[in-house]
Antibody, heavy 121, light 109 residues
C-alpha cells in the first residue's frame, strides 16, 4: 500500500523558514517523480514544486520560485521542501504527492494527508 | 497561466442519478487533463488522467471526455461516497505552471 506521510509543519513568523519532509513507503521511491501541492484553508489546490526521480529536473510555481527548494533523498525514501521568506499567503496544508512515472508529468496519483503551515506573527 | 474554469460551482444530485461536471481551459491543453475528488478532511484522490483514462481502482461509473479546451466528468449513477468536491487540473504546459480549477461541489439533493 502506497503511503506518504508529511511532517514539519507548524506556526512560523513571516519572513522565517521552515522545512517540510515526506516519507514514502509501499512503492519504489526512486522510480517516481514527486511533488508538493498546497491548499490554503477553505480554498482550492495549487501545485508548488516537482522533482524527477534523480533530481535532475526540478520546477517551481512562480509564487514560490526563489524562496522554496525541493529535494529528495532516495536512500531514505524522503522528499523535502525548504521554505524561506515565508509570507501570509504561504499558509496552507502542504501535500506530498507521487507522480505517475519517473519524469515530472504533473499527474498526482497518490497523496499524503498533508502538514499544515501557519504563517503569523 | 492557463486558467481552468469549472461549472457548475455546486451540483445537487440524488443518489442513483447521473452527474455531469464541466471544465474549460483558457487555451488548449490537448488531452493533458486530470480529475480529482476530495472529501472533507481528506486528501484529493486521482480519478481520471489523460482526459479519459481511469486511475487504478476507480469505479467504472466515472468517465471523462473531451480534449483541447472543453472537458466533462460524468458519474453515471451517483453513490453516497461520491459526494465531494471535484477538481480538474491541466498538466499540459512546459515549464510547468500546472493549474487546477476552482472545484465543483457535488452535494446531496
Amino acid at each position: 500500500e502506497v503511503q506518504l506521510v508529511e511532517f514539519g509543519g507548524g506556526l512560523v513568523q513571516p519572513g522565517r523558514s521552515l522545512r517540510l519532509s515526506c516519507t514514502a513507503s509501499g512503492f519504489t521511491f526512486d522510480d517516481y517523480a514527486m511533488h508538493w501541492v498546497r491548499q490554503a484553508p477553505g480554498k482550492g489546490l495549487e501545485w508548488v514544486s516537482g522533482i524527477n526521480w534523480n533530481s535532475y529536473s526540478i520546477d517551481y510555481a512562480d509564487s514560490v520560485k526563489g524562496r522554496f527548494t525541493i529535494s529528495r533523498d532516495n536512500a531514505k525514501n524522503s522528499l523535502y521542501l525548504q521554505m524561506h521568506s515565508l509570507r501570509a499567503e504561504d499558509m496552507a496544508l502542504y501535500y506530498c504527492a507521487k507522480d505517475l512515472g519517473p519524469m515530472v508529468r504533473g499527474v498526482f496519483d497518490y497523496w499524503g494527508q498533508g502538514t499544515l503551515v501557519t504563517v503569523s506573527s | 497561466e492557463i486558467v481552468m474554469t469549472q461549472s457548475p460551482a455546486t451540483l445537487s444530485v440524488s443518489p442513483g442519478e447521473r452527474a455531469t461536471l464541466s471544465c474549460r481551459a483558457s487555451q488548449s491543453v490537448s488531452s493533458n487533463l486530470a480529475w480529482y475528488h476530495q472529501k472533507p478532511g481528506q486528501a484529493p484522490r486521482l480519478l481520471i488522467y489523460g482526459a479519459s483514462t481511469r486511475a487504478t481502482g476507480v469505479p467504472a461509473r466515472f468517465s471523462g471526455s473531451g480534449s483541447g479546451t472543453e472537458f466533462t466528468l460524468t458519474i453515471s449513477s451517483l453513490q453516497s461516497e461520491d459526494f465531494a468536491v471535484y477538481y480538474c487540473q491541466q498538466y499540459n504546459n512546459w515549464p510547468p505552471t500546472w493549474t487546477f480549477g476552482q472545484g465543483t461541489k457535488v452535494e446531496f439533493k
